[in-house]
T-cell receptor, first 113, second 115 residues
Framework: AQSVTQPDIHITVSEGASLELRCNYS??????LFWYVQSPGQGLQLLLK????DTLVQGIKGFEAEFKRSQSSFNLRKPSVHWSDAAEYFC???????????WGAGTKLIIKP | EAGVAQSPRYKIIEKRQSVAFWCNPI?????LYWYQQILGQGPKLLIQ????????DSQLPKDRFSAERLKGVDSTLKIQPAKLEDSAVYLC?????????????FGPGTRLTVL
């Protein structure tokens, strides 16, 4: 069965520091992978997605993610975080059989001034 | 372009009462999803519509939950009767078509508290 693990429930980063959020998935075939962000009081917004091709994917708001098949990972990175990046981040894998998304439990990002 | 609209934003009810949520997807989007997001968890798909037909409702607790999408546009999700464990945020999302290549756009959600 497909599954997504986000090992970190909370991460605290200083403003201006770099960020990496971890995501590991379990899926038999080539996965479709997504990162979404959920800001307080707002809906989930797609940051980036990977289907095939270049394993380094660029997204909105300066985020990028790298697909590593050997490690079953799709970690999200940003070189320098801003206070406005404080939010909850969700990784998801898409099942090609029914087009549904399987979601991780999320990582809450806290920004220290 | 207007986003996905949901109402109400918050609802507090007592157990065994009924409640209904409304969703208006982005204009022209054929696919509509209802998710349940319990605190500390990722969203869980409850039901997926393609136009006004149900594509998947395998995770919808049909003894108490129902959903409809009349005329393939707006949708309502109802819970009757509510249980304590139904406390969650109910998210509506829409996409142009069904498929992983198409982005799902989410509404702000309805936070339900069952006392």
């Amino acid at each position: 069965a497909q599954s997504v693990t986000q090992p970190d429930i909370h991460i605290t980063v200083s403003e201006g520091a770099s960020l990496e959020l971890r995501c590991n998935y379990s899926y038999g075939a080539t996965p479709y992978l997504f990162w979404y962000v959920q800001s307080p009081g707002q809906g989930l917004q797609l940051l980036l997605k990977y289907f095939s091709g270049d394993t380094l994917v660029q997204g909105i708001k300066g985020f990028e993610a790298e697909f590593k098949r050997s490690q079953s990972s799709f970690n999200l990175r940003k070189p320098s975080v801003h206070w406005s990046d404080a939010a909850e981040y969700f990784c998801a894998v898409g099942a090609q059989s029914n087009y549904q998304l399987i979601w991780g439990a999320g990582t809450k990002l806290i920004i220290k001034p | 372009e207007a986003g996905v609209a949901q109402s109400p934003r918050y609802k507090i009810i007592e157990k065994r009462q009924s409640v209904a949520f409304w969703c208006n997807p982005i204009s022209g989007h054929a696919t509509l999803y209802w998710y349940q997001q319990i605190l500390g968890q990722g969203p869980k798909l409850l039901i997926q519509f393609q136009n006004n037909g149900v594509v998947d409702d395998s995770q919808l607790p049909k003894d108490r939950f129902s959903a409809e999408r009349l005329k393939g546009v707006d949708s309502t999700l109802k819970i009757q009767p509510a249980k304590l464990e139904d406390s969650a945020v109910y998210l509506c999302a829409s996409s142009l078509v069904a498929g992983l290549g198409d982005t799902q756009y989410f509404g702000p959600g309805t936070r339900l508290t069952v006392l």
